[in-house]
């Protein structure tokens, strides 16, 4: 399968236009920050806003504040989903909330053509409320109460920074071993 200790960790995030990709809301922006050996490594960081060609919604744009003149010469996901995949490869991915990441991703393979995401990954969120006593288990309320925050909130690139630290917070409180309970294959 793979060596928990040598392996390399993505933490990554999306910003979207909706909260339904089956409803055709689209990414608008990916981060991904890989984790190795206990440390995060910025230099290797993968981060782009992508043009969904379809309008973001008002109230998507009032969450993560981008807007249609931030994304209309940004590169469409069918440049940018094929480099991704191939970046995320032998990784497990790191998530808050990845199953509704997951699911964009999803989405984002078929309409590129290419084969659905097969990668393991790991929920802070659902970490979260198995280790912790009490919530609540926001990605924004949790650093600041593990003093992680970024000063920004629901932008792809600072969300998956928050979730890197936070995923090594896990780490050093529980062990890399214990949270290998948390790693699930991605099916779709």
Known sequence: M??????????FDLETTGLKPDLGDRIIEIAAIPIFNGK?????E??????????IPVEGSQFHKLNNN?????PTILEIFPKFKEYISNTILVSHNA?????FLDVAAKESG???????????LEMAKALLEKGPYSLEYLSKKFNIYVGKSHRAYEDALMTAKLFLIFMN???LRSLGDF????RG
Request: avoid cysteine; hydrophobic fraction near 40%; charged fraction near 30%.
């Open 70 to 74: 931030d994304i209309e010469n940004a």
């Open 114 to 124: 290419i084969l659905p995401m097969d990668n393991y990954y790991i929920d802070t």
């Open 183 to 186: 790693i699930k294959k991605w």
């Open 46 to 55: 993968f981060h782009t806003l992508i043009n969904p060609k379809i309008k």
């Open 40 to 44: 995060i490594k910025r230099k290797y």
């Open 99 to 103: 199953k509704m990441d997951m699911k």
């Open 2 to 11: 793979f060596k928990i200790d040598t392996q390399v960790f993505v933490s």
């Open 173 to 175: 409180r529980f062990g």
